[in-house]
């Protein structure tokens, strides 16, 4: 399984980098965010779609992260959409891979007043009745993966904005001990997770974030099983709260961990270069105060890619919320976490463009390519990339781009739709290749 893991994280390390013209190399050693923050005590996760984890993105996710937090899989009305009726498929699915990366899960969610299934939230059920169903779900859900994961968010978002309780099925009918009762169901069903209450707006010292340091300050007097608090931090360019360290620091001198759970910080589109430098250094901020406390443990991003973010269908004309872009490169805000995490590699410098190589899937006898070219500070209204390969490939087939090969030497140009990249955008293209022997990744020029 090692070698495994070190092939998966070449990969995607190369997928990673941005091999950009006004710095070549500088990027071919960087150490993926994961093995900096171990050097840190900090696990660094992500949020995934389980039918997403192949390619580019199973690569990625595999080599950068330490956790996986499912992003519905866990969902009640993901594993129990008709009454007694489970389909466990999408999470068991992200717990292997996860396994096969050596990596940790965070359970994500138990207890929530959000997609539970219509068959729970149309019945009408008697205050025992709803303990009942509640006490099930839990020990049904946490005893299936009892030993194999690390951490659940037990309760999630049960505050209103002003510190009152949400007014939610659970709160309704059980009354506010539903929480206390979940956290003991949950430890019942797997002593060895990591039990949490998790919330948004709860990043810094506000009138909510102190109604959760309450309730978590109770409920370790009464010893009700409670582990850590997670702080989602769904944030907006510019805004990370000045009192997060120290926020965090306070739920740490109460005796708990604390996770930052579903890190993403949104803009208004298009981005810009601007933008995207304050991001990072947003980003850059969020992970730092996590560095500065010993007991924050975890800092997981709600999605790691553009292309997978809740943002830009809820907040019309807002998105880039994460770290890397839609295409899988590495935004600015990438190099923001690895900089707080001591990570010494050079971002790609603002006002470029530049182009990167990486190898998809790869069999016997061929392989699939994507060439990503991204612009900072700059843009393009055509583009060429060049490269020679070094060990016989040959390619056979591009697409969104014409491409040429002449001996080892090989030129792609655009397609007549995809000449433009924007400030702060990105374009892609694919090809098929033959290898044999070795495969090694070209250095590649944009001109
Ligand atoms: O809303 C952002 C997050 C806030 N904290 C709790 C998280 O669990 C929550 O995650 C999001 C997921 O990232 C979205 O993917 O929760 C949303 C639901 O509140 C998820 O959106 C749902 C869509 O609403 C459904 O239409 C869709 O079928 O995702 C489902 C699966 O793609």
């Known amino acids: 399984m090692r070698s495994l893991r070190t092939g998966l994280s070449l990969t995607s390390l190369v997928a990673g980098l941005a091999l950009l013209l006004t710095a070549p190399a500088a990027h071919a050693a960087d150490t993926p965010l994961r093995d900096l923050g171990t050097a840190k005590g900090k696990v660094i996760g ?114 209103n904005e002003d510190g009152t309780y949400r007014s939610t099925l659970w709160y309704n009918g059980l009354g506010a001990d539903y ?45 009700v099983p409670i ?41 208004t589109l298009p981005s810009d270069s601007a933008e995207l430098a304050q991001q990072k250094a947003d980003y850059k901020a969020v992970t730092a105060a996590c560095v500065a406390v010993a007991r924050c443990v975890n800092l997981t991003v709600w999605g790691f890619t553009d292309s997978d973010s809740w943002v830009e269908s809820t907040f019309p004309g807002q998105g880039a919320a994460t770290p890397y872009d839609a295409n899988y490169a590495p935004k600015p805000a990438y190099y923001g976490i690895a900089e707080a995490l001591g990570g010494t ?35 393009l209204s055509s583009w060429k990339v060049t490269w020679t390969y070094g060990a016989g490939q040959r390619i056979t087939q591009a697409w969104n781009a014409g491409c040429t090969q002449s001996g080892a030497a090989v030129t792609c140009v655009n397609a007549s739709y995809n000449g433009t990249v924007p400030d702060g955008g990105s374009v892609s293209f694919g090809f098929n290749a033959s290898w044999s022997g070795s495969n090694p990744v070209p250095t590649v020029t944009l001109g």
């Open 46 to 159: 992500t949020a995934v779609t389980g039918s997403k984890l192949t390619g580019a993105y199973g690569d990625i996710a595999g080599a950068q992260f330490s956790s996986l937090t499912p992003g519905n899989a866990m969902k009640w009305g993901s594993v129990e959409p008709t009454q007694g009726s489970f389909n466990w498929t999408e999470a068991d699915q992200i717990v292997a891979f996860a396994q096969a990366h050596n990596q940790q899960v965070r359970g994500h969610t138990l207890v929530w007043h959000s997609q539970n299934p219509s068959w729970l939230t149309n019945g009408s059920w008697t205050s025992a009745q709803l303990g009942t169903l509640l006490q099930n779900h839990i020990s049904t859900e946490v005893g299936r993966y009892k030993g194999k994961l690390a951490a659940w968010d037990v309760v999630n978002e049960p505050f």
């Open 179 to 223: 929480i206390a009762n979940a956290l003991t169901w949950a430890r019942a069903a797997d002593p060895a997770a990591k039990l949490y209450i998790n919330d948004y707006n709860v990043e810094g010292v506000n009138a909510k974030s102190t109604a959760l340091y309450n309730l978590v300050k109770s409920l370790k007097e009464r010893g």
């Open 227 to 267: 582990d850590g608090v997670g702080l989602q931090a769904h944030l907006i360019l510019g805004q990370v709260p000045s009192t997060l360290q120290q926020n965090i620091q306070r739920f740490a001198d109460l005796g708990v961990d604390v996770a930052i759970t579903e890190l993403d910080i949104r803009m």
């Open 345 to 379: 590699s050079t971002p790609p410098p603002t006002g470029a463009c530049g182009a990167s190589y990486s190898v998809g899937s790869q069999w016997n006898t061929g392989f699939t390519g994507t060439v990503t070219i991204s612009c900072s500070g700059a843009s």
